[in-house]
């Protein structure tokens, strides 16, 4: 079946950088969407970025002009370049994909966090 798996969180002060990786496995078929989301305890998960197959990107507005959001279809892998990070960046961040073929459905990885001191 689907597998999401992300790795990169960690500890960092503010200001600097992380590289957020994720891996699906368990298919050839490309995803529709693929995305970064981040959830605080007690909260929803809300959007961070996405992408579509067509490399078409989103970024909520809080992340603008500090994060970047890539992916390598040939690895079938998805990053996050988090840059300029500020305290409020905190959260666990969850690697998402959505397929409309194949095994149509959504899927979550396990999640990794990043906290961001000040």
């Known amino acids: 079946q689907v597998q999401v798996v992300e790795s990169g969180g960690g500890l960092v002060q503010a200001g600097g950088s992380l590289r957020l990786s994720c891996s699906v496995s368990g298919t050839l078929i490309g995803a529709k969407t693929m995305g970064w989301y981040r959830q605080a305890p007690g909260k929803q998960r809300e959007l961070v970025a996405s992408?579509?197959?067509?490399?078409?990107?989103n970024y909520v507005d809080f992340v603008k002009g500090r994060f970047t959001i890539a992916r390598v279809y040939a690895k079938n892998t998805l990053y996050l370049q988090m840059n300029s990070l500020k305290p409020e960046d905190t959260g666990a961040y969850y690697c998402y994909s959505q397929f409309i073929a194949g095994p149509v459905g959504s899927y979550w990885g396990q999640g990794t966090q990043v906290t961001v001191s000040s």
């Open positions: 992408i579509r197959n067509s490399d078409i990107t």
